[in-house]
């Protein structure tokens, strides 16, 4: 046990990094769209909108609960994105991230599909289809509502993506009112709440590429065909594409109107003591042995650095 162990924590970085992210995803659509399913299936006595969007928040705060420690939780290639424009995510582990937070993505809906196969199949009634009164695709990705333009539908995951960026700095911005770091998990599963209360009714507020497009691929593949990506007059693109550009969008915002302005840092003098959040910096582990128990870092006890100027 002690050597698997050991071989674990020296793995790459990067690759327990994504490993987490791939099961914080997983969480979050197997409890998300396995709130779906119920609702569904069961006609509606068993969930409806309301219920769907208190699970997908606590399936979001839950899944962060779960990774945030070692990938920083962000289950989303949108966020990352974001993250990466701001200077808060390195530009190199994006398409890896984004890889495995759909893989995540894909294996969560198998496992709901696999749950609610029955259920699935006696709704109906045994035909696999993406439109009309018995459609069961909608379970596992977002279409759009019939009076839905395309570019409407763009637009709204544009500001819904704009929207949880600037919440999401915020929460995580030291310099402004952060939340505390436990209960960071929290207030963005209540962003997403709120989001879905807010601005879910046109399109179920995706947000996330990678929530949409890995359940739409298991579609395709599990029976429902190539509507899936047709229909909506071909949908599929939007929650692909408008959640990066609501990043960019998202970043801009909370930079110009609320980063740029922080007052500048006062530089220390000698022998101030620097305190430095273990979660948010980025250290070799091997130098840290002679000072950290067994070389791992305590994440809730700051390192502190003593500052000499030369």
């Not at 700095?169 to 030291?174: E, I, K, S, V």
């Not at 007052?263 to 273990?278: F, M, S």
Request: glycine share 10%; aromatic share 12%; with cysteine.
């Amino acid at each position: 046990m002690e050597k698997a162990q050991r071989r674990c924590f020296n793995m790459k970085p990067i690759l327990r990094e994504c490993l987490a992210e791939f099961l914080g995803v997983y969480i979050m659509i197997l409890l998300g769209v396995g709130s779906m399913a119920q609702g569904v299936t069961s006609e509606g006595a068993k969930g409806d909108y309301f219920s769907s969007t208190v699970a997908f928040s606590l399936a979001t705060t839950f899944a962060m609960y779960i990774c945030r420690g070692v990938s920083g939780a962000q289950l989303n290639p949108a966020v990352s994105f974001g993250l990466c424009v701001m200077g808060k995510f390195h530009w190199r582990k994006l398409p890896l991230y984004a890889v495995f937070q759909t893989l995540g993505s894909f294996v969560g809906a198998a496992t709901v599909y696999a749950l609610y196969y029955n259920a699935i199949m006696n709704f109906s009634q045994g035909n696999l289809t993406v439109t009309g009164p018995n459609s069961t695709a909608h379970i596992f990705s977002t279409y759009p509502s019939d009076y839905l333009s395309i570019w409407s539908g763009f637009m709204d995951q544009v500001i819904g993506t704009a929207v949880l960026l600037v919440c999401v700095l915020a929460l995580g911005d030291r310099r402004n009112s952060a939340a505390p770091a436990e209960l960071e998990p929290l207030m963005v599963g209540l962003v997403i709440w709120a989001i879905g209360l807010s601005m879910g009714s046109n399109c179920g507020y995706p947000l996330n590429p990678a929530r949409d497009l890995g359940p739409r691929v298991f579609t395709y593949l599990a029976g429902w065909g190539s509507e899936v990506f047709s229909a909506g007059n071909g949908w599929f693109w939007v929650p692909l594409v408008a959640p990066f550009l609501g990043a960019l969008v998202g970043a801009a915002l909370y930079y110009l109107f609320i980063e740029i302005h922080h007052p500048p840092l006062e530089p220390l003098a000698d022998g101030d003591v620097l305190c430095i959040d273990n979660k948010m910096a980025e250290m070799d582990m091997n130098m840290l042995k002679s000072n950290q128990k067994d070389g791992n870092m305590d994440p809730e006890k700051p390192m502190k650095v003593k500052v000499n100027n030369v």
